[in-house]
């Protein structure tokens, strides 16, 4: 089970965490991803990071200002959002899975999401 939480409403240019918890499994041994949907849109691809932790990706649009990390000791993924911007509202998913992707349908693990708004 995948719990993420520490969404919330910030000014634009603002920052947020947010961290997804791994209960009854140990999440060292899969890939993980955040990704995001907001109102109106498919759910979108953000950033994963492998189990390791040396190996990350992010989307075009949020590259540079997003980071993702892990701490497997604590089962805990997080995203740490930086000069946050009113189009990066949406519900934030993490994601889990043996393999790494950019791609939603290859994920099998996911959280209930949680909400982040950005105001202008």
């Known amino acids: 089970q995948l719990q993420a939480s520490g969404g919330g409403l910030v000014q634009a240019g603002g920052s947020l965490s947010v961290s997804c918890a791994a209960s009854?499994?140990?999440?060292?041994?899969?890939?993980m991803a955040w990704f995001r949907q907001a109102p109106g849109k498919e759910r979108e691809f953000v950033s994963s990071i492998s189990w390791s932790g040396r190996t990350t990706d992010y989307a075009d649009s949020v590259k540079d200002r997003f980071t993702i990390s892990r701490d497997n000791a604590k089962n805990t993924v997080y995203l740490q959002m930086n000069s946050l911007k009113p189009e990066d509202t949406a519900v934030y998913y993490c994601?889990?899975?043996?393999?790494?992707?950019?791609?939603?349908?290859?994920?099998?693990?996911w959280g209930q999401g949680t909400q982040v708004t950005v105001s202008s």
């Open positions: 994601a889990a899975d043996r393999t790494r992707s950019d791609d939603a349908l290859k994920y099998t693990y």
């Open positions: 009854g499994r140990t999440v060292n041994i899969y890939q």
